[in-house]
C-alpha cells in the first residue's frame, strides 16, 4: 500500500518536473551522468522507514562530504581541539573565499574550501589514512558501500589550483603541516564520492538521530559532533544564501556543486533532494523548492512557534484537500 | 509552593554570582544604574507561567530591540519588501561595520547597526510616527508599558557618530530617504527604553509563541514576522560570535549593550538574562554561562537529536541527583 | 611676436579639440557653466612667463584645492604633525573609499576625500578661520582674488552625504575633535572657489619652484610643504590611475572632478589643463592626453633618463619638422 | 686621489656604522653570510665612474630582481601587452597580499609577489629559457658574471607555500597558463642570484641612464622599458612605505630582504646600499637612513624645486664646512 507521504512525494516530483525552474548543470556533473530531467527526492525517518521518489542516479556527494568529514574530525580529536583551528562562524563571503580570519588567522569555517581542506587534514596522518577514514565514515553514515568516480576525481585534480592556493596558504600561514598536493588529492577523492538521493536521505537521519544510522544501528558520530555538524549546517551549510535558508526552509542543510542537499529535522528524519541545476549560489533549484515547500507544507521550520506535523497525517489532509502543490 | 524549576532558578543564581565570570560593565551602563552584581534570570511559557529569579532592575533594552523593529517592519511592509532593503544574510564582521555588502549593497542583516538603523526608518514617515510605533510593539511584546531612560538616550545622542556616519552612508548610497540625524535619534530612542528580565522573557516568550504575547494573549507580530525575526536572531544575533552561541546554546538570541539577553524556544518558552559585565563581543559573561548551563540541562539545543525536557521533571531531576550547578 | 611653444599650444589645441575624446561631463559642472566644446592649456615657468590657450572659462578647483589645502596644514603644524594624524600612503582604492587603514587607523593619504577632510579640519580651530586660510593660501598661489560659485556650494552640500559620513567616521575614531558639518561646509567651500586655466598654471608653477608663486614673488609654501605636497600629488593625485599617469606622463599631478589637471616639473615649470569631460577615474579626458602629448614631445617625464628639453627650441623643432601633433 | 665623494662616503659609512640603527637580519640572509657589521655604500654615475665604500660582501639580489625581470618582460612583450596582464598601480597593501585586484583580476603591480610571479612567467614558455633570460639581464644590467646561491634557492624553495598559493591563485583566476611549480623554482632562482653593492649601483645607473649600462655601453633596456621600471619603483617599489619613501628621499627605489637598496636620479646616476638589519616593512634599516641622508645632502630628491647638486662639489662643501654627517 501506497503511503499518503508516498502519494505526497509523488506528485510533489511531478509538479517539480514541470516547474520552469531554470539553473545550469554544470560542465564537471555532466561527466558522472547527471542530466537535465534528474530529479529525486527521499525522506528517512528516525525508525528507518525511506520514502524516495524519482531518479536513483548515483552522483558524487561533492561538498556534502565536508560535514561528514567535520563530524569525523571532532570524533577523532574533540570539538575544543577542532575549533581552535577551524572556527564555526558564518562568513559573508563565497564558499571559495581566500581568506583565513583576520584576526584569528584560522579558516571562518568547516564548510568554506579552506576549512575543509584544513578539516580533512585533521583525518589522519597519512593521506591513504584520512581517504580511507572519510570513505568509512560517508559508508557508515549512508549504510552500504560506496562507490568512488574516478573520472570525476581525475578531472578536478586537473583544476584544483584554488584549493592547491588554498592549502598552500594554510601551510604559509603555518596552520597545516600537511603535504598540500596530498590533502588537496585526499580532499577531492572525498568529493568524488558516489550516492544516491536515498543515501542522502539516510545520511541526513543518522545526523538527525544524534549520530546513529537509522538503518544500521550503527553509532557513525557522537551525540556532540552529530549536534556540532548540524550547527554549523545550519549557520554556514548553503554558501552566500545560508540567511535566506535559515529564513525559508528552517532546517540544517548542506548542498553538494553536483546537486544533491540534504537537511535534517532533529530527532525527527533527514530528507535529501537531487537535481543538477544549480542557481547562481550554486544551489540545487529544484532541490531548493522541493525544501521550501516541504517545509511549509509539514510546518519543518525550526523557529515556527509550533512543532513539525506528523508526515502521513498532515500527507493525507494535503491530498484529501487537493492542495495544489 | 516553589516549582521545581524555580528551586533550580535560585540555585544556578547563586552558582553564576559565585563564579568569576570576568568581563566589564560598560560606563553607560552605570549611567542607567547597572551594577556588578546584578544578575537576573526569567523564564515565561507560553502559558503565560513566568518563573523569574534575582535582580528586577530596570534596563535599557538597547540592540534587543533591533529585533522588534525589524518584526515590526515586516509586519508594516511585508517580508518581500523589507529582504529587498536589507538582506538576512550573517556576517563575519563586528556588529558596527561600515560597509554595505559589495554586490548587493544592502546591509547585510537587520542585526548590524546600519541594517537596524535602515529597518528603524521604514517605521514610519516621520520620527515621532517610527519612535511611537516601536515603542507600542516593545511594550505589547512585554504587556505593559515601558518608560524611556533619558540620560543614555542623551549620552548616546552626544556620542552617535559612527550611527550618523552609517546613516549618511546609507543616504549617499541610495539606499535611505529620510534625514540622517532623525532617523538616528528615534533608533537610540529605542535602544533606550527600560525593561526588566522578566519583561525580557515574555518578548522572547512572545516570539517563541510565532508572536501572540502568551500574558495578553495579544497578537504583537505575524507568525512570519515572528519567524523571520527568529531566523535573523539565529544567523546574526549574537554579533561575531553567532557561530559559537548556535554550537555552544543553539537556541536564536539577541543581546543587547546594558547586559540583557533574551532567547526562544519556538513552540515552547522564552528566556532572558540580566547581567552587565560584557566579554569581548559585547555579549554579557554571566549571561551566556546561564543560557550554556540551562541548554545543557534541559536539551533546549534545537539541533540536539532530542526533544527539549518538560522543564520542572528535568528540574526536579537535576534537583534531586543534586546535580551540581 | 608668437613664440614656438604659443604655436605649439595652438596647434595642440585644435588637435585635442578634433578628438574624439569621450567622457562626460558631470552634471555639476555645468551647474558653473561648463561645456562641452571648453579646452583650455596653460603653462607658467618659473620666470612667471605664461603661454596660454583656448578657454578662459572660470570653474570649480574642485579637489586640486586639496593638494594646497595640505600645503597650508603642513606649513601651520609641522610635516611630523601632519604625517602623525594622515598618512601619505597611495591607496589602490578609489578616492571616496571609506577606511582608514586598518593598522594605523589613519587616513591613507591627504587626497582622498577621507584625508582631504581630516586635513582640512586642521586648518584652523573655527570653520571661518579654516576657509579663509585656505582661500588665502589658494589666492596666493594664483596671484589673485578668486570668488567663490555659491550655487556649487549649495548643491555639493546638500548631497554631501558621503563626506558627512566621512567626517562622522573620523569622529567616532577619535580622529576629529571639529564638528563634522562645519569642516564637510568649509571643505566644500573650497572645492568651489573659481579658477581659470592660467590660474591653475601659475599654481602649478608654486609648487614647481619650492613653493614660491613666480608672478608675485610671493613665499607661499615652505620648501618642505611644497615638495611634500608634489610627493603626495605623486603617488596619489590622480584616483586609481596613479600608476598609469607616473609611467605614461610622469609628473606629480592633481586632478579636479570640473576637468581641470596641474603638474608640475620641479625648478622648471607648471601646466595646467581644463577640459570638462572625464574618464572613468573621474579624470579629464582631454586633459589626460594634452599631457601625455606634452610629456612625450618635451621629454617631462621625470624618470625618462635625460633632462626635459628646452620648451621654445624644442616648440620651434616640432613645428618645423611638422610633426602631427 | 681621494675624490670628495669617496672622502663623503666614508664619513658616511662610519657615521652609520655608529649609528644605533636597530632592525633584525633575517635567518634567511645569514645563510648567504650576511653579518650585524655589514655596510656598503656605492654610487656609478653615467659616465661609469664607481664611488665605493665598505663591505663588498655578496649577498643575494631578492626582490630587486623584480624590477629587472619587469623590464625584461617589457622589452620582450611590450609596454602594452605587459600591462594587460599585470597593472602597474600602487597598493596599500603588504607585498605578499594574495588578492588580484577585485575589478580588473589582475596583480595590482610587478613589484608584489604575485605580480612578480606573473611577470616571471612571462620570461619565456619554459623555465631554462625564463632563468636564463633574467640571468642575461642581471648580468648585463651588473656587466659582469653573477653566481647564484644555490642554498638560499633551497631553503627558499622549501618555505616557498606563499608563493605557490600565489602561483595556483594566478592559475585558478585564469591568468597564468605556466606550471606554477616551475614559475615559483624560476623566480625564486631569480631572487638567488648574488650581487654586491657595487654590483647593485651599476644596476641602478643601467635604469637612470635610460637602459644603458654605463660601464660596458651595451643596451640592457630599452628606454621605454627603463623608464617603465623607474615608475613602478617610485610607486610601489619600497612596499607599503612606498609614500614615506617618495616623501623623504624621492628617489625612485627596490629593496630586496637580505639588505639591498637601489635607487636612480635619471640622466645622472645610480647608488646602491647594502646592511642586513631590516625594518617592519622589510627594507634596510641603514640603508633608509644613508638615502634619507644622501638626499638631503645633494638635493636628489626628484621633487625639490631645485637641480641636484653636482656631487663632488657638494661633498667638496660638506666636508670643508665640517658638516656632521
Known amino acids: 500500500m501506497t503511503s499518503a507521504l508516498a502519494t505526497y512525494f509523488a506528485r510533489l516530483h511531478t509538479a517539480l518536473l514541470e516547474a520552469e525552474a531554470g539553473g545550469e548543470v554544470p560542465e564537471l556533473a555532466r561527466l558522472s551522468g547527471a542530466r537535465d530531467e534528474h530529479l529525486g527526492l527521499a525522506l528517512c525517518d528516525l525508525?528507518?522507514?525511506?520514502t524516495a521518489e524519482g531518479s536513483d542516479h548515483a552522483f558524487p556527494v561533492q561538498s556534502i562530504?565536508?560535514?561528514?568529514?567535520?563530524?569525523?574530525?571532532?570524533?577523532?580529536h574533540g570539538h575544543d581541539y577542532v575549533t581552535s583551528i577551524v572556527d564555526e562562524e558564518p562568513t559573508g563571503e563565497d564558499f571559495g573565499a581566500l581568506s583565513l580570519d583576520r584576526v584569528t588567522k584560522k579558516p571562518k569555517n568547516p564548510l568554506v574550501n579552506i576549512g575543509a581542506i584544513r578539516t580533512h587534514a585533521m583525518l589522519g596522518p597519512e593521506q591513504a589514512e584520512r581517504t580511507e577514514r572519510l570513505r568509512a565514515v560517508l559508508e557508515a553514515a549512508a549504510g552500504r558501500p560506496l562507490e568512488l568516480h574516478e573520472e570525476t576525481c581525475r578531472r578536478e585534480l586537473?583544476?584544483?589550483?584554488r584549493n592547491l592556493a588554498l592549502a598552500h596558504m594554510l601551510r604559509a600561514a603555518g596552520s597545516m603541516?600537511?603535504?598540500a598536493e596530498e590533502v588537496v588529492a585526499g580532499y577531492i577523492e572525498g568529493c568524488a564520492v558516489l550516492t544516491t538521493v536515498t543515501d542522502l536521505a539516510v545520511m541526513a537521519a543518522t545526523l538527525a538521530s544524534g549520530g546513529t544510522n537509522p538503518l544500521t544501528g550503527?553509532?557513525?558520530?557522537s551525540r556532540v559532533a552529530a549536534r556540532q555538524v548540524l550547527s554549523v549546517m545550519l549557520t554556514c551549510g548553503m554558501y552566500d544564501n545560508a540567511g535566506d535558508w535559515v529564513s525559508d526552509v528552517g532546517l540544517p542543510a548542506k548542498s553538494g556543486v553536483a546537486g544533491g542537499i540534504i537537511a535534517s529535522l532533529p530527532s525527527r528524519f533527514g530528507i535529501a533532494t537531487y537535481a543538477p541545476q544549480l542557481d547562481q549560489h550554486g544551489n540545487s533549484v529544484r532541490g531548493t523548492l522541493a525544501f521550501e515547500r516541504m517545509s511549509e507544507d509539514f510546518s519543518m521550520h525550526l523557529l515556527d512557534g509550533q512543532e513539525a506535523a506528523d508526515l502521513d497525517r498532515r500527507a493525507a489532509e494535503l491530498t484529501e484537500i487537493g492542495t495544489a502543490i
Chains 1, 2, 3, 4 share one sequence.
Open 47 to 50: 525508525d528507518g522507514r525511506i
Open 65 to 76: 562530504s565536508k560535514a561528514f568529514a567535520y563530524g569525523a574530525a571532532i570524533d577523532l
Open 158 to 161: 586537473a583544476g584544483s589550483d
Open 177 to 179: 603541516d600537511e603535504d
Open 218 to 221: 550503527e553509532r557513525v558520530f
